[in-house]
């Protein structure tokens, strides 16, 4: 005997198809669904059991229909009767209002659709309220009304009002108005809904009192100038009926009968006052109306203006270059009534209309040092007072040519002609050495000094010197050796049995790039001949200093201390020599992991150009590694702070192995996120006492561990997708944890949430973690080596099925002997099983007789017939 459960439409679906491709003897002309219309109701709360009888079929495709939509439940069962006789139901626990409607079933068949008789499900209950009182302001004695309006079923509902703890009136049919002819202080509503079912009382609502409104607080003047200003205000309390304009009042002293008035809508709450007289002591105050009256004014609040800016001009600008350095002059204002008030002069500098620089000097005199030579540079000068700044000096453009020269005088006085003629002068002298050097030349390259005096016989003597010599190989290179890069002495004693030399490795091809550097393959010359396959993993160039690299060879030394067969190994570091004068690029070699990071590995099998399938144990198989190699970091007292799928590697065998030890923080730029100045934080992994207390642990590596196995039940995808990285401390700290995967073991995740416990020394242990992961691991292999599994994936086809379809199964609640549907709606999958009562008899130990188990079977088949359940069928 089987009995089959749905698992969701998509579930559904594929076991369809795959029956009738099967089953294409199926006698097609002979189904039907049996049943009658029917109409039920049900208290709101209660347990409700639907049925639906078919026959003439002998693997029917069985839907459940609310309202013209697909009932998407996993509380359908349907059990056959005899070969071709099956009889459907579905389960609803705890009917609510929202559960009313009209359902019916559908069986389709070789393109052939049949539906049953509808049943009208109406869920009765307590009145459900559609209208509550509001909260209102009325004037003191004034008439208003309340609403309230509730509905059934079951109907009629009457609605009963109270004003405060007495009731008011009469009991009124729903929807119901209450006129009250009004109140002389704040009183509170509220209205009863009675139908048979009983009764539900609606929120409380206040009527407050309208009021004149108190005075507005906190004035500020802001915005001065020498001939305007603004006011700003907080509005005191409105009195419970809105504020519509405020009144504000501007005097040269409280005294004042003569000040100016000016009333203003609010909001908002602030005003401009223009108009104002410079250098002037003045005095604000202001009040706000609502429909109820005026408040009181506010104290005074006084201000003064600015004075004047000023108005004259900095003239004859001049500047003349010392070494690296502009001195920038100009003529002193003309004396004036502003001289006592002058606070100096400002100056603005610019280059390609960007300004570079501004500066504010006492004297007639100021030194540039900011500027680029090879730029031309725009200067201006002003005046300045406690008003701002005067009007502008006309530019004064220093080209770039001009300043290289070394010298620029003032234009006023100066005659062009001795400049004229000594621009003149150098040319001819550089024209004339020019021609001599090159007549030379060509002399030294066509013989050199080859003929020297006839001697002897006559012979002429030949003589040579090279011209000149050439050196084309480039800039000098300076091996690169620790005592060249200036770190300390005790990393110098770390690193100098694991120093390898440049030549012994030749770089290949790239095999990750970053932000901060890159991991290429390499091809490393072991002391016997033979070559090695490694990973180097380098800094980018140009963008490190001597501290970068102390900290790059410093977490490089924490890895030679390793040997464990799930941690990554340290093979060597070597500096990469550069030219004289560049510091060497400091490198790590890592042994060559050939299916690379695990995050890649896991997205891949996901959505790759050719995915494929990773099997429960599989992945168990990479959290245990996992743990196992942080049991081992957490037993040398090394914490990782930086656990994730990324930061494991995958090697030939498909061993995960645990890499990255701090080193990804400077490589990789991908789920950090930055706090001001400090470090890339992969906030997402980061446990709360790390978040808030930047405190790192052993414990809150446990914590990024639970995210790790989140990552890898999920096939790599990103945990709290949508959720911003400055958002997460808020999201945990309310009690918001990971939601659980869909394919997801229960133990498994119940394992995840220990390891996000808030308490840090709540969390279980590396090595507890890897006991338990185990422990299921072992569960799961003796139920795939069963010649009668529980569950028989029929999903997919044989071939591509990579994994037992039992390992989909939670198996935390089978050993207690459960019943067979529950365990079965415990599955949250996207497949569809086939389930046997007598395999799982076998499983838990018992020893009823198949007979046993078709016989309650049977009871349950004749409990629904007679119409026992809360329900009965169509």
């Known amino acids: 005997m089987e009995m089959k459960q749905s698992m969701g439409i998509p579930g559904l679906l594929v076991l369809g198809l795959w029956a009738l491709a099967l089953r294409d003897t199926a ?44 009932v998407q439940s996993v509380d359908q069962v349907y059990i056959p009767l005899d070969e071709e006789h099956w009889i459907g139901f579905l389960s609803l626990k705890s009917v609510e209002r929202t559960d009313s409607g009209k359902y019916w079933c559908q069986v389709e068949n070789k393109g052939k659709k049949e539906e049953s008789q509808q049943v009208w499900l109406i869920v009765e209950g307590v009145p459900y309220f559609t209208v509550e009182p509001e909260d209102l302001s009325v004037s003191p004695n004034a008439p208003f009304h309340m609403a309230c309006a509730a509905v059934g079923p079951p109907e009629p509902v009457t609605i009963v009002w109270w004003m405060g703890d007495f009731r008011v009136g009469l009991p009124d049919i729903s929807p119901s108005i209450l006129n009250v002819s009004g109140i002389n202080q704040s009183t509170v509503f509220s209205c009863e809904a009675h139908n048979v079912k009983g009764l539900s009382s609606s929120r409380t609502a206040t009527v407050w009192i309208k009021a004149m409104p108190l005075p507005p607080s906190n004035v500020t003047i802001t915005q001065v100038t020498s001939s305007n200003a603004s006011v700003m205000w907080v509005p005191g309390f409105d009195g419970r009926s809105p504020l519509h304009s405020c009144t504000i009042q501007v005097a040269e002293s409280p005294e004042d009968q003569d000040g100016s008035t000016e009333v203003v809508s609010v909001p908002p709450f602030t005003c401009g006052l223009p108009g104002l007289k410079h250098s002037t002591n003045y005095s604000v105050r202001v009040q706000c109306t609502n429909e109820m009256g005026t408040s009181p004014f506010t104290d005074w609040v006084y201000f003064q203006t600015l004075e004047l800016a000023p108005g004259s001009i900095p003239q004859n600008l001049h500047v003349i270059q010392r070494d690296t350095s502009l001195v920038l002059g100009w003529e002193e204002v003309a004396p004036n009534p502003l001289k006592e008030n002058l606070l100096g002069y400002r100056l603005e500098w610019s280059q390609e209309n960007i300004t570079q620089g501004e500066m504010t000097v006492q004297e007639t005199k100021a030194n540039l040092t900011t500027w680029n030579p090879q730029k031309d540079l725009i200067i201006r000068v002003c005046v300045l007072n406690s008003a701002g700044c005067g009007p502008w000096s006309d530019t004064l453009l220093v080209a770039a040519q001009e300043i290289v020269g070394g010298q620029r005088q003032p234009p006023y006085g100066t005659s062009w002609v001795p400049v004229a003629l000594g621009i003149l002068t150098a040319l001819v002298t550089a024209v004339a050495l020019a021609l001599i050097l090159l007549r030379k030349r060509r002399k030294e390259t066509r013989f050199g000094h080859v003929f020297g005096s006839v001697i002897g016989r006559g012979e002429p003597v030949v003589h040579f010197r090279a011209a000149r010599s050439f050196n084309r190989e480039g800039p000098e290179r300076i091996e690169a050796t620790l005592d060249s890069i200036g770190i300390s002495d005790d ?28 991991v290429r393959e390499a091809l490393l010359k072991l002391e016997d001949g033979s070559l090695q396959k490694v990973a180097v993993k380098m800094l980018k160039a140009d963008i490190f200093t001597s501290s970068d690299i102390e900290e790059f060879l410093r977490e490089a030394a924490c890895m030679k201390e390793f040997d464990h067969p799930h941690v990554t190994k340290l093979i060597g570091v070597s500096l ?34 050719n995915p494929f399938n990773l099997p429960l144990q599989t992945l168990l198989k990479f959290m245990i590694d996992i743990a196992s190699g942080m049991e081992y970091l957490s037993s040398k007292n090394f914490i990782h702070r930086d656990l994730a799928t990324r930061n494991c590697m995958l090697d030939e065998n498909i061993n995960v192995c645990v890499a990255d030890f701090g080193l990804s923080k400077k490589i990789y730029s991908g789920d950090y996120y930055r706090q001001g100045c400090a470090s890339k934080l992969p906030v997402k992994w980061l446990a709360l006492e790390s978040l808030a207390d930047n405190l790192y642990t052993t414990h809150s590596d446990v914590w990024a561990f639970g995210v790790t196995m989140w990552e890898i039940v999920t096939r790599g995808q990103t945990p709290y997708a949508g959720i911003e990285n400055a958002e ?11 939601k659980q995967p869909p394919e997801c073991l229960e133990d498994i995740y119940d394992l995840m949430c220990r390891c996000w416990h808030s308490e840090p020394k709540l969390r279980p242990s590396f090595g507890v973690l890897k006991s338990q992961l185990e422990m299921i691991q072992g569960r799961m292999s003796m139920l795939s080596s069963s010649q009668d599994p529980l569950y028989v994936n029929i999903g997919e086809a044989k071939e591509t099925s990579g994994s037992n379809p039992a390992l989909y199964t939670s198996f935390g609640n089978l050993d207690s002997g459960e019943n067979v549907a529950e365990a079965a709606a415990a599955v949250t999958s996207d497949y569809r099983y086939i389930m046997s009562p007598l395999c799982l008899g076998n499983d838990v130990g018992s020893d009823r007789h198949p007979n046993e188990a078709e016989g309650e079977v049977r009871s349950l088949l004749q409990e629904l017939e007679t119409g026992e359940l809360p329900a009965t069928g169509c």
């Not at 020599?577 to 890592?590: D, E």
Request: hydrophobic content about 40%; some cysteine; aromatic content about 6%.
């Open 728 to 738: 997460i401390y808020n999201y945990l700290i309310s009690g918001n944890r990971l």
């Open 576 to 609: 990469r020599s550069r030219a004289k004068g560049r510091l060497p690029i400091p490198m790590v070699i890592l042994p060559f992991m050939k299916h690379g990071d695990l995050h890649a590995f896991l997205v891949m099998s996901r959505i790759g150009e």
């Open 491 to 518: 990393l110098k004693t770390k690193l100098k049995d694991v120093l390898i030399q440049e030549q012994q490795f030749t770089l290949g091809r790239m095999l990750g790039k970053g932000e901060f550097g890159s």
């Open 27 to 70: 006698a097609e002309a002979g189904m039907k669904l049996t049943g009658s219309p029917i109409k039920l109701k049900v208290s709101q709360g209660q347990p409700v059991k639907l049925n639906c009888s078919l026959e003439g079929v002998e693997e029917p495709e069985m839907l459940w229909i609310k309202d013209g939509a697909v």
